[in-house]
């Protein structure tokens, strides 16, 4: 009888009687395919759509290797395994630089992409034979060590230890604690990692450049918008539930500031009007004196009368609260006209703060005359002139004493009537919450 080559290895089967004075170089010759069977080859893909591996019959062939480096290629292709009633395991090394699709019959296949190894069998079942991936859902039971390990799909494990670059190409799931065992250690997201976590040891953890953590959607977020400034956004709002706030620092609200629904009075502009009845004339050059005017229907009028022949002056006092910021101030007249003559009036104003132990006899600050008002041509209808510009104080200070000069200035304006002031509101600033 003829020798035969049905085993998986393809190794020369000697029938009884067959090989006379050959069977210890045949026998030799099995062993070393067996050994060979177990070792590592190589062998080149052909630039072509498909190409074959065929373990030869008794003979030596880098195919039948267990662990098979597959070089050359030039395209994809599909590569059977042959005889296709092999069963057979093989580490196959995709050296080429493109996918290899492993096939034995009309069963299942497995590609291995370029650059990648995979354990591979074959079930030997002819033409309807199977081509298995081996380490398709692999447990690892003990503790597991990789340079590098790519993941393309699920990794579950119980306990991984990575010594080098981990790429994973699809979800990761692990049941218990990650950690990661380097100081400075990074943690990269997105394809090309434009956002990472990097540990700063003894400190916490850093959110590079000016990327946001977002809760809900994009519009809510913490963000370092600078090196210097923290950003907390919202569509709505930011609720602070904490039973005590503290800040340590200048807080700069641009929007309404509220307790419940009732507004917060915030330092800022502030006013104080002051009535002409709080006024006096003066000794020189001064206005009447202080004349209560009786209407037809109404309030009855307190005014101080500024003829029209020359400049006149009143003067009054005020403490400004401490919390004021000690710079310029600016000031409306309200005033009237007896008569129906429309012309302007012009207001001046000038002012001096006194200190304690400080002599009253010091002159006033530059007088600032507001822009001429008019009248409007009806007796006794009550004008409101511009805010004015800037009126400096002299010596102003905290804690002191403010005189004021009011003046009509008819240099500067066209009124050939009495005007009648009834008062001034002042406008100043303040810079602190309070007068503590």
């Not at 062939?61 to 005889?83: E, F, H, I, N, Y």
């Not at 207001?347 to 530059?366: M, Q």
Request: glycine residues 10%.
């Amino acid at each position: 009888m003829a020798s035969t080559y049905v085993n998986n290895l393809r190794l020369n089967e000697m029938a009884t009687g067959d090989g006379a004075g050959t069977w210890g170089t045949t026998t030799n010759l099995n062993l070393e395919l067996i050994g060979q069977a177990l070792g590592w080859g190589t062998r080149a893909i052909a630039n072509a759509s498909t190409d074959n591996i065929t373990i030869a019959d008794g003979a030596s062939d880098a195919d039948r290797s267990m662990a098979l480096k597959l070089t050359g290629g030039g395209q994809a292709c599909t590569v059977t395994l042959l005889p296709n009633t092999s069963s057979k395991v093989w580490i196959m090394e995709n050296a080429t630089s493109y996918t290899l699709t492993f096939t034995q019959g009309s069963g299942a296949n497995v590609a291995i992409l370029a650059g990648e190894t995979k354990i591979i069998a074959t079930d030997g079942g002819g033409s309807s034979a199977v081509v298995y991936d081996l380490l398709t859902d692999v447990n690892l039971a003990g503790t597991t060590k990789t340079a590098v390990l790519t993941n393309a799909g699920l990794l579950t494990t119980a306990t991984l230890t990575n010594q080098g670059l981990l790429t994973n190409q699809g979800d990761a799931d692990f049941s218990d604690d990650v950690t990661l065992k380097s100081d400075s250690a990074v943690l990269g997201f997105g394809a090309d990692t434009d956002t990472t976590l990097t540990h700063t040891d003894g400190t916490g953890l850093t959110l590079n450049s000016t990327n946001k953590l977002c809760f809900n959607d994009a519009s809510q977020f913490v963000q370092g918008s600078s090196a210097t400034v923290l950003s907390l956004g919202a569509t709505d709002e930011i609720d602070l539930t904490a039973t005590a706030i503290d800040i340590n620092g200048t807080a700069d609200i641009s929007g309404a500031l509220t307790n419940a629904t009732a507004a917060v009075k915030v330092a800022g502009l502030e006013t104080i009007y002051v009535p002409a009845g709080a006024m006096y004339a003066t000794t020189t050059n001064g206005c009447s004196g202080l004349t209560q005017v009786e209407l037809s229907n109404g309030p009855e009028l307190n005014v101080l009368d500024f003829e029209a022949d020359a400049d006149h002056f009143a003067q009054f006092s005020v403490i400004f609260p401490k919390s004021w910021n000690e710079g310029t101030v600016t000031f409306q007249a309200f005033f009237t006209v007896t008569g129906t003559n429309t012309g302007t009036v012009a207001w001046g104003l000038s002012g001096v703060s006194i200190a304690d132990n400080v002599s009253n006899n010091t002159a006033f600050g530059t007088n600032v005359v507001a822009t001429a008002k008019s009248h409007s041509g009806t007796s006794n209808d009550l004008n409101v002139s511009a805010v004015s510009g800037d009126v400096t104080i002299a010596s102003a200070a905290a804690d002191t004493f403010t005189y004021f000069q009011i003046m009509r200035d008819t240099s500067a304006d066209t009124q050939t009537g009495t005007a009648r002031l009834q008062g001034i509101k002042l406008f100043f600033t303040t810079d602190a919450k309070n007068d503590s």
